[in-house]
């Protein structure tokens, strides 16, 4: 099987790479390195077992050429900044958007019916019931980030219901894990390396998710699209119980080995168009076979001590 992962040196893509190396496949990656690294994949580059061509996915003609030959894709790619949307406004549109557009676009015109797309807890909106089930609606995102989720997960039911395609839609809880290039531990654990003695929180730490460690979110992917043939597969992602924003900041100085103080910036929320209080419902993921290995205050606790060896080491490293 050969597979085109998009956004495939990022967090997430690499450890969906991993997996199919793992499993003999054959894969392209493409990717424009905006918050990728090479040096995810460097593993798989080195040993010649994948191909990465750095292409950014919001020009089509750059594109289409690479879908050539390719039996599945895994569409990852887009910006991962939530709160860049309310900087740079076009960024969802562009990245987001209009970069699965050309994907399948270029997905048609070379023949290729199978994707899987990074969808994501916020397309639920505000207000939702908690646990959130696939099946709630209406979908009115409050960020921009979220539109483009939202659009993305349009886009790809039109191009199932007008030309056949096969899609496997995931909606992503807070993944987290190794090789993480942002996200709340690792926002603490740059802030507590800078000021050791204090930890600036956004909003009043009462903030509520759902976190799922990486390794999971790629195992459950595959999983479930081994699992399920149907033409259109729409799956939460996630673990069943939730981590507060608090908890995180204790679990951080802990595994660091520090006594600082946390400063909250105050309301209910990090920033404008964030989702406070957030839990999927993982009972269809489940009737799949698939149980996550760990809930969510073990994976940020995992998470914390491979972020805090990654960021400080590579500091000692540069250091050196
Ligand atoms: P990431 O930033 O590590 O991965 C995104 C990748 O896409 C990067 O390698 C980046 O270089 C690439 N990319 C961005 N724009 C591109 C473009 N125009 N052309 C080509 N490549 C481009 O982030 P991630 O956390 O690994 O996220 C992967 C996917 O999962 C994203 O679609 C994200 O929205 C989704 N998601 C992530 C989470 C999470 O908690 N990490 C939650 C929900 C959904």
């Not at 908690?130 to 886009?155: F, M, Q, R, V």
């Not at 730490?205 to 479930?224: F, I, N, P, T």
Request: net charge negative; charged share 20%; with cysteine.
């Amino acid at each position: 099987m050969r597979w085109l992962v998009t956004g495939g040196a990022g967090f997430i893509g690499s450890h969906v790479v991993d997996r199919l190396v793992e499993q003999g496949d054959k894969v392209v990656v493409l990717d424009d390195l905006s918050s990728g690294r090479r040096e995810f994949l460097a593993h798989h580059l080195d040993a010649g077992r994948i191909s990465l061509e750095i292409v950014d996915l919001t020009d089509y003609d750059a594109t289409l050429p690479h879908f050539a030959g390719v039996d599945r894709v895994v569409h990852l790619a887009a910006n991962p900044d939530i709160r860049l949307g309310t900087r740079v406004t076009d960024t969802d549109l562009r990245h987001g958007t209009i970069a699965t557009y050309n994907v399948l676009e270029s997905m048609r015109q070379h023949g290729v019916n199978d994707i899987a797309f990074a969808s994501s807890s916020v397309v639920y909106g505000e207000g939702a019931p908690l646990p959130t089930p696939e099946d709630h609606g209406p979908c009115i995102p409050i960020s921009l980030y979220g539109a483009s989720k939202a659009a993305g997960e349009g886009l790809i039911g039109a191009y199932v219901g007008t030309f056949g395609f096969r899609a496997w839609i995931f909606r992503f809880a807070n993944i987290i894990g190794g090789r993480g290039t942002h996200g709340v531990i690792f926002d603490f654990i740059h802030k507590l390396v800078a000021t050791p003695e204090r930890l600036e929180v956004l909003g009043d730490g009462r903030q509520e998710k759902s976190y799922m460690l990486v390794e999971d979110c790629a195992d459950a992917m595959l999983h479930v699209m081994g699992h399920s043939n149907a033409p259109m597969t729409l799956i939460n992602l996630g673990t069943e119980d939730t981590c507060s924003v608090r908890r995180i900041g204790e679990i951080v100085i802990e595994v660091m080995g520090l006594n600082a103080r946390m400063d909250y910036t105050g309301g209910d929320r990090g920033w404008a168009g964030d989702i406070p209080k957030a839990r999927l419902a993982i009972e269809r993921l489940r009737s799949t076979g698939f149980e996550p290995t760990c809930q969510s205050e073990q994976a940020v606790r995992t998470t914390a001590a491979l972020l805090l060896e990654e960021i400080v080491g590579s500091r000692s490293g540069t250091q050196d």
